[in-house]
């Protein structure tokens, strides 16, 4: 019999100014995140560089990104006004 892998919710958080490059804040124990463009879609960056309107990974209004790099490195930015981030946080 094989071994059953859960997962657990840590938290959420939803982000509602992204004007600027924006970090998120998981809680302690966090290995992934769950992100959603929601409103407008936002551009990320991970390596350090802060992302830009043009310049960064795009997720559509609608998308999602499943992330398991350093969630204390990625940073979001809105490409067009009122965009909002929805994010679950999992271990």
Not at 58 to 84: C, H, M, V, W
């Amino acid at each position: 019999m094989g071994l059953k892998s859960t997962t657990v919710c840590l938290g959420y958080q939803q982000i509602t100014s992204l004007s600027s490059a924006t970090g998120l804040t998981p809680p302690q124990g966090t290995t992934m995140a769950l992100i959603v463009a929601e409103t407008q879609g936002v551009r990320w960056r991970d390596d350090g560089t802060n992302p830009t309107a043009s310049v960064g990974m795009p997720i559509a209004a609608g998308a999602y990104l499943n992330y398991d790099g350093d969630l204390n490195r990625i940073k979001f930015i809105e490409q067009t006004a009122s965009a909002k981030l929805n994010v679950s946080y999992y271990a």
